[in-house]
Each structure stands twice: as structure tokens, then as C-alpha cells.
Nanobody
Framework: QVQLVESGGGLVQPGGSLRLSCVGSGFTFAIYTMGWYRQAPGQERELVANIDVNRRTSIDDSVKGRFFIVRDNVRKTVFLEMNSLKSEDTAIYYC?????????WGQGTQVTVSS
């Protein structure tokens, strides 16, 4: 059974930092492109960042220079380091694993940036 379990979300003040983690199980983690998406209220889900099997990353312009994605294939974990957080970063963040037509999602973790 494929599982992606996110953690690390919460409430943070503007300018603060959070690190999201996503642990995968039930599939061969190392051969999947891993990504983080987010969905704000009333908005469509959007790609924030992903990292492929060769550790090449793709980062959305809105978070470039502030967010970083890292994968640890031994621990089957992908991290999203989020710095200089802004109110517009408030959303549910979802972990994603994709390989060809196979795609899996986590349940999401809430990130709220507010003073």
C-alpha cells in the first residue's frame, strides 16, 4: 500500500521558517520524481517544487530563493525548506510522487503564515 505522510506544517509568523517532511512507503522511492504542491482556499493546486531521480530541481518563481527541496533516498523522505515565509504562502501543502502515469499524493499539511 502506497503511503505519503507529510509533517512539519503549522502556524508561523511572516519572515519565519518551516521544514516540511514527507515519508514514502509502499513504492520504490528512489525512482520517483518527488514534489510539493500547495492549494490555498479558493485556488487551484499548484506545483511549488520538485526533484527528479537525478536530484534536478524545479522551483516555482514565487518561492525561488526562499524554498528548497531535498530528497533522502535512504530515509525515503523529501523535505521542503521554507524560509522568509509570507502570508501568501498560506496553504495546504501536499507531497507528490510521480513516475510516468503512476502518481501518488499525501493527505496534506496546513501551513499558516500570520502574525
Amino acid at each position: 500500500q502506497v503511503q505519503l505522510v507529510e509533517s512539519g506544517g503549522g502556524l508561523v509568523q511572516p519572515g519565519g521558517s518551516l521544514r516540511l517532511s514527507c515519508v514514502g512507503s509502499g513504492f520504490t522511492f528512489a525512482i520517483y520524481t518527488m514534489g510539493w504542491y500547495r492549494q490555498a482556499p479558493g485556488q487551484e493546486r499548484e506545483l511549488v517544487a520538485n526533484i527528479d531521480v537525478n536530484r534536478r530541481t524545479s522551483i516555482d518563481d514565487s518561492v525561488k530563493g526562499r524554498f528548497f527541496i531535498v530528497r533522502d533516498n535512504v530515509r525515503k523522505t523529501v523535505f521542503l525548506e521554507m524560509n522568509s515565509l509570507k502570508s501568501e504562502d498560506t496553504a495546504i501543502y501536499y507531497c507528490n510522487a510521480k513516475r510516468g502515469e503512476a502518481e501518488h499524493w499525501g493527505q496534506g499539511t496546513q501551513v499558516t503564515v500570520s502574525s
